[in-house]
């Protein structure tokens, strides 16, 4: 159908069509292969524009189905065929030949199934659900499409490194007069605080969108697993309107949903409200947490403060401080630091400390008594590893029981270590670059309170030269210290009293989580599984709570 488009469809950004990319690609960029295609993958045409035109409408790709009728495409596309009267889908589509000539035949487009929440083209959280399936009828010859075409099969997916094949039918003019399928066979990686995937492979411009994204791709029969298609943020386009990056839905419960309902013909019942990656985490499993400027930011910058969290199956994840001023809204994008089933089950503690360099690093204490410094973190992992003691080391192994990173010495960096033991003595380590482990002074001796404390959290809460502590008891009494030195313990304010609910504050930590930089916020995670953040918490108590995750 010449020149199609969806009636009142916006741009889709660089899969609109754009003529040629705004930058040039980085050396080294693989390119598209243009070759006969596959009767698996096609493209659609709707109302009454003959086939043969300039353009064509986006991609689509058959998938196995009991109906054997069902056609996968991105979610943008299906709301333009929603608004059609009439719309076809044409598997391997040949330029030049009519509808009676192709060679797999042409199939009547008879229902589409969208996601509720998604929004064309958004940025938002709801382009992570860029997908649509279509509902094909019976070609004149009374065949269903997956009899003819063959079939890929719908998979998803829960890492976002996959080695696959992208497929897709620019329909630019200039670019692919032919019509050709173009194919790319690329590494992904993690469009970051989304639940998507992103590649890189010039050539991917208009009429790309829905084209199936193939692992264990057989080039001979165009089989394989569909793990995602093009779109998402943006309809599947950066902010550059580069031909060379695209972005791809990762398929989870939300798309298998969908897929149940196309494969059964079922009406698309509403569905809860969609939140992003750090919302939909399961924040019950969260057993550590600790922020830090480790991606960049400064405490005199805009960007807030970077949390790293470690989950009880082992996966570590970063999640990086963002701009905004909503309180709702403190991070801006995800990074997996380590998988699940990691060394990092056997992390007991962790901890957020500066040795002097421009990101900050992280003290672990592992279960055999290791404990290890690594001098900075970033989003590419951990590095710098220093030993401070070996494994084995039954002092760390057996006693040591809470432990917080912070600058307790006046002028010093922020690479002090405070201890809790077994016993209730608490002990203070300072400046970690310089001295390891052995420059130790006590500063509580042996008791019988210390033993209860349950979470231990530094921040600037006062605006002393040292940093203050926060001790949340088994009771539920919260507690602040400021200004903590190694002459002693401060006299303490109580935060709040025994018996309150902060005895259901499974884990906290404090930042600098809101716009004033200053580390006076605590995230707390709840022993149901929700995620509050306090903002500007001081000696006259704990504010403005905001509840940024559902129990779970």
């Given at each position: 159908m010449?020149?199609?488009?969806?009636?009142?469809?916006?741009?889709?950004?660089?899969?609109?069509?754009?003529?040629?990319?705004?930058?040039p690609?980085?050396s080294g960029?693989?390119?598209?292969?243009h070759f006969?295609?596959?009767?698996t993958?096609?493209?659609?045409?709707?109302?009454?524009t003959?086939?043969?035109?300039k353009?064509?409408?986006?991609?689509g790709?058959?998938v196995?189905?009991?109906?054997?009728?069902?056609?996968?495409t991105?979610?943008?596309?299906?709301?333009?065929?929603?608004k059609?009267?009439h719309?076809?889908f044409?598997?391997q589509y040949v330029?030049?030949?009519?509808?009676a000539?192709?060679?797999?035949g042409?199939?009547?487009?008879?229902r589409?199934?969208?996601?509720?929440?998604?929004?064309?083209?958004?940025?938002?959280?709801?382009?992570?659900?860029?997908?649509?399936f279509?509902q094909?009828?019976?070609?004149?010859?009374?065949?269903?499409?997956?009899?003819?075409?063959?079939?890929?099969?719908f998979?998803?997916a829960?890492?976002?490194?996959?080695?696959?094949?992208?497929?897709?039918?620019?329909?630019?003019e200039?670019v692919?007069?032919?019509?050709?399928?173009?194919?790319c066979?690329v590494?992904?990686?993690?469009l970051?605080?989304?639940?998507q995937?992103?590649?890189?492979?010039?050539g991917?411009?208009?009429?790309?969108?829905?084209?199936?994204?193939?692992?264990d791709?057989d080039?001979v029969?165009?089989?394989?697993?569909?793990i995602?298609?093009?779109?998402?943020?943006?309809?599947?386009?950066?902010?550059?309107?580069?031909?060379w990056?695209?972005?791809?839905?990762?398929?989870?419960?939300?798309?298998?949903?969908?897929?149940?309902?196309?494969?059964?013909?079922?009406?698309?019942?509403?569905?809860?409200?969609?939140?992003?990656?750090?919302?939909?985490a399961?924040?019950?499993?969260a057993?550590?947490?600790t922020?830090?400027?480790?991606?960049?930011g400064s405490?005199?910058?805009?960007?807030?403060?970077?949390?790293?969290?470690?989950?009880?199956?082992g996966?570590?994840?970063?999640?990086?401080?963002?701009?905004?001023?909503?309180?709702?809204h403190?991070f801006?994008?995800?990074?997996?630091?380590?998988?699940?089933?990691?060394?990092w089950t056997?992390?007991l503690?962790?901890?957020?400390?500066?040795?002097?360099g421009?990101?900050?690093g992280l003290?672990?204490r592992w279960?055999?008594?290791?404990?290890?410094?690594?001098?900075?973190?970033?989003?590419?992992?951990?590095?710098?590893?220093?030993?401070?003691?070996?494994?084995?080391?039954?002092?760390?192994?057996?006693?040591?029981?809470?432990?917080t990173?912070?600058?307790f010495?006046?002028?010093g960096?922020?690479?002090?270590?405070?201890?809790?033991?077994k016993d209730?003595?608490?002990s203070l380590?300072?400046?970690?670059?310089?001295?390891?482990?052995?420059?130790?002074t006590q500063?509580?001796?042996?008791?019988?309170?210390w033993p209860?404390a349950?979470?231990?959290?530094?921040?600037?809460?006062?605006?002393?030269s040292?940093?203050?502590?926060?001790?949340?008891?088994n009771?539920?009494?919260?507690?602040?210290?400021?200004?903590?030195?190694?002459?002693?313990?401060?006299?303490e304010?109580?935060?709040?009293?025994?018996?309150s609910?902060?005895k259901?504050?499974?884990?906290?930590?404090?930042?600098?989580?809101?716009?004033?930089?200053?580390?006076n916020d605590?995230?707390?995670?709840?022993n149901?599984?929700?995620l509050?953040l306090?903002?500007?918490?001081?000696?006259?108590?704990?504010?403005?709570?905001?509840?940024?995750?559902?129990?779970?």
């Open positions: 010449s020149d199609a488009v969806p009636a009142g469809a916006a741009p889709l950004a660089v899969h609109a069509g754009v003529a040629a990319a705004r930058r690609p980085p960029t693989p390119g598209p292969e006969a295609g596959h009767p993958v096609g493209t659609f045409f709707f109302d009454s003959p086939l043969g035109g353009n064509t409408f986006c991609t790709s058959v196995h189905t009991a109906v054997k009728d069902i056609v996968l991105a979610g943008h596309c299906g709301l333009g065929l929603e059609a009267t719309r076809i044409v598997p330029s030049g030949k009519p509808a000539d192709q060679p797999y042409v199939f009547p487009v008879t589409v199934y969208i996601d509720p929440r998604y929004e064309a083209n958004s940025k938002k959280p709801v382009s992570d659900l860029d997908l649509a279509t094909t009828g019976p070609d004149s010859h009374g065949r269903q499409v997956e009899d003819v075409a063959g079939a890929l099969t998979t998803p829960t890492s976002y490194t996959h080695h696959v094949t992208v497929l897709g039918y620019p329909s630019a200039g692919n007069p032919q019509h050709s399928l173009i194919r066979p590494t992904t990686g993690q970051p605080g989304f639940r995937m992103s590649m890189v492979c010039t991917f411009y208009g009429g790309v969108s829905g084209g199936p994204w193939i692992e791709y080039p029969n165009g089989t394989g697993k569909v995602g298609n093009t779109g998402g943020y943006n309809g599947g386009g950066n902010d550059t309107n580069d031909d990056v695209t972005y791809a839905p990762l398929y989870g419960k939300d798309a298998q949903d969908l897929f149940t309902d196309a494969a059964a013909h079922r009406t698309v019942n509403p569905r809860p409200p969609y939140y992003p990656a750090f919302v939909r399961s924040w019950k499993h057993v550590q947490m922020a830090g400027y480790y991606t960049g405490a005199g910058g805009k960007r807030r403060m970077d949390l790293i969290v470690r989950w009880d199956d996966k570590v994840t970063l999640y990086q401080g963002g701009d905004s001023n909503e309180p709702a403190p801006a994008a995800e990074f997996q630091l380590a998988p699940r089933k990691s060394i056997n992390a503690s962790i901890t957020s400390v500066n040795t002097g421009a990101a900050d003290t672990v279960s055999d008594g290791e404990m290890t410094l690594y001098t900075s973190v970033d989003a590419k992992g951990f590095h710098g590893e220093k030993r401070l003691a070996p494994a084995k080391t039954a002092l760390w192994r057996d006693n040591a029981q809470l432990m990173g912070g600058r010495t006046p002028g960096n922020r690479d002090d270590l405070l201890v809790t033991w209730g003595h608490v380590f300072t400046d970690l670059a310089a001295n390891a482990l052995k420059k130790q500063i509580i001796t042996k008791n019988a309170t209860y349950r979470q231990l959290t530094t921040g600037s809460f006062t605006g002393k040292t940093d203050d502590i926060i001790v949340r008891w009771d539920g009494e919260t507690t602040l210290y400021p200004g903590l030195t190694a002459k002693g313990l401060p006299a304010t109580k935060l709040r009293p025994a018996k609910e902060w259901d504050a499974t884990v906290i930590t404090a930042g600098a989580f809101t716009t004033n930089t200053s580390a605590i995230l707390a995670r709840w149901d599984g929700h509050s306090f903002t500007g918490i001081d000696a006259n108590g704990l504010h403005n709570e905001t509840q940024l995750t559902p129990a779970n």
